[in-house]
């Protein structure tokens, strides 16, 4: 609760985490795992039926692949260590502490994982063919392993579910979202690739005589893995603890817009459409069509950041469920803190600002302490644009009196009635001015 | 100085020592990838504009810019153990010296894949553009290098940051942790190390390759890596001595001392094999150097650790104190706290925790008064409580009214205060 505050002007620091993780998912996820089933059942393909030019296509795509995989992918794996650590210090310092074996262990697999890729792609055409289907596989292996790993965590900021008490990784680790994550995700992967490959291929123009064997084959893949991905899906949604279900709602549009709430898991079927309806078309017709190409990816992304931003928001206002808050504070020690106050231990929050300033400054280091890991000023969900607190002091006095029961997403004000009334000072005075 | 953090009360998941030398280790192993990765864009480049003049120098730059398409997805992925054990072990340390600079931070991301892609550009347009554009040619494979100059400013100052927290108060952001004592020598230090490891990496792969062949490329290009390792090996006697006379107040003791100079001894004797090896055509003098400095890199980074414990020794004892303050007034509040629970509110109770953020008695706040609510659904308990446990849009002019997280009890118990109190 004691280090620096990090704000980020207008778009606010989850914004930030999201964009940097939509990216890293869509190449992690798609290119290389997704990448490893698609390209190397390709490979097989091209091998089996003796087909030198789709053996080619199959290379030129591991290129795109390889090189997005190694820098965009690589790198944003690292960003998201990077920005999650400047916006909850408390949270990932926490789950480093239960989780490092499990860090450690997908940091070696990882390691193996990005060597794999390059011995695949680099000994392309100096490797026997069945040799070369071997590393294949090995790449494939390695792959479902970092997700394997990877979603045990996730699951587990989720659903802590017996960790609470027992305080055991293992508990931890297979927390009951798991196995349908897991395979939610692997699904998600799979079709990515497909959908990057599509992109990619509308741009290899001197490919284009093996058109339709290619576009019967990525046809084909996604009339099979796309329901998949819709079964496990949905599985997943209905695990997601019920304190979860009821905020989704929330997460997919603003609190204005939550009559639209069904929409979500129409949403994921419409989804799906468009792949099994993409993939109908391609096996049938077998021609390429300009919205073909991209229509699937950008589906996709729209689709993954809906995935992300329901996972993150069914966990508010935790960071680790019923452990830790967003902002940083344990559930336990609120009640400590709300006693003596958020002032006693506070001491980043302060810096910049005038303690002279009497309310004004103190509302404002309480709000930086514990509301600006979610909340701008008057940007993205930007708390002086607030309809609720729009009358003033008083009403932003009667919000943080009772917002802990009406807005359960929230973490629970921390500090004492002055504090508070120094906030509700802060917010009234922001609000009112336009 | 009260801002150093208290100390997360979660146990760490191995003893403290074990994880700072796998710290110790696993960063070696990083920074030497990216020596190879930084010397190695810095080499393609030189020689490419060598190349010119002599097409050696061209065939060079392009064996070794293919090593670097490994090596730095090495060096980016080896980092990441490191990076997880510094977070582990220096947590407040670490983070706080990273968010007070944030910005330069966060960029090292988007940077270092702008220097990645640069680096793809600048391989797979050699032969198509490297003729026909030389200069654009060019330009990626530098673009690529002025960031690997900057990127290690920043975690250098980061690092020195997060070893003086007593100056934590006086600095600023990111152009003033530049300037704090030990960060540009250290800078100078390590971009010296780079050019050496280049050199020993490109003195051992092509002695490798050239085992089996007599092509005098290869022959060449060794010679010319051990020259680089050797000159950069020599220089270091002014630049380390730079960072070691630089380092803060408090960084020194016997056992760093020690460590020194078993270093340079080491050093010296390394330097006097790679000058044996450049004489000779036998492998063995490379491989003792090698040998010999990988022992220095060990110590050398012992050496480091020391710094790190040395400086933080006192940090610490005013980070254990607040942590104990704190930990210990926590439990004694919780000893005499019993939380509200089990108890069952009243609809007013109720009521007022739920919805009077958003209605009032007789005006409009956010949702309509509890006025209007009486006129609408006198007698309609049930429909109200349908209402509120499932809200759908009813007026146009006014926002949703989101989900209320209660259940049956409540809900009646609210609608008769309502509804019954009202009257």
Sequence with gaps: MDFPVVEVPLIGGRMLIALVGIIHVLISHGCAVGGSFFLVLLEYKSIRERNERLNLVAYRLTRWFFILTTSVGAMTGVGIWFTTNMFSPVGIGSLLRVFFWAWFVEWLVFITEIVLVAVYYLSWRRMSPQKHLRVGIAYILTSLQTMIIIVGILGFQLTSGKWMSTRSFWDGFFNPTYVPQLFSRIALAGILACAFCLLIYAFLRDLRD?????LRFSGAYLLFVSPLYLLATFAYYQVLPERAQAFISVALVTLQLTQYAQWSKIFFVAVVGVMLLTGAVLFLKQRTYGVLSILPILVLTVAVAQFERVREFARKPYVVDGY?????FRKVELPFISDVGASRYATWAWRGLDQKKGDA?????????????????RGINGIFRKKILAPGEEAALRFLNTYEFSHPYMPPFAGTQSEKEALAYFLGEGATKK | MTNIPIDIPLSLPAPDGVLKALLVITFIVHILFVGLMVGGAYWSVIFKLLGKEDPFYERLARE?????????????VLG????????????????TANMMTVPAFLSIIWLVIFAFLFLYAYKYTWDSLGDRAPFLHLSFGLSACAIFAFVPLIFLANINLMLLPFRWDATKGFIQALLLPNVLFRYMHFFVAVFAIIGFFAAIYFWC???KSDDLFYMRSQKLGLKWALGGTLLQSIFGTLNFISLPQGAYSRTLLIHIAAALALAAVACIALVRALLTTSGKPIVAAVALLGV???LMSFVRHTVRENLLREPRMVANQRTLEYQTSLATFLKTYTPESGKLLSGEDLFKRYCTSCHARDRLLLGPSTQYMVQKYKGKKEDMAAFVLNPKKVNPDLPSMPKPPIGQYEIEEIVEYILGGSR
Excluded at chain 1, 210 to 214: D, G, I, L, M, P
Excluded at chain 1, 324 to 328: T, V
Excluded at chain 1, 364 to 377: A, G, K, V
Excluded at chain 2, 80 to 95: D, K
């Design chain 2, 64 to 76: 070794i810019l293919d090593t670097v398409t490994i090596n730095k997805s090495l060096a980016v």
């Design chain 1, 361 to 377: 400054a103190l509302g404002h280091m309480l709000f930086r302490l514990e509301c600006s890991t979610c909340h701008t000023y």
């Design chain 2, 296 to 298: 220095v890199a060990l």
């Design chain 2, 209 to 211: 390759r050239g085992r």
């Design chain 1, 210 to 214: 093996v058109r339709t064997q290619f």
């Design chain 2, 80 to 95: 990441v153990a490191p990076l997880l054990l510094i977070g582990l072990t220096y947590t407040g340390y670490w983070y």
């Design chain 1, 324 to 328: 830790l808050y967003s902002n940083g």
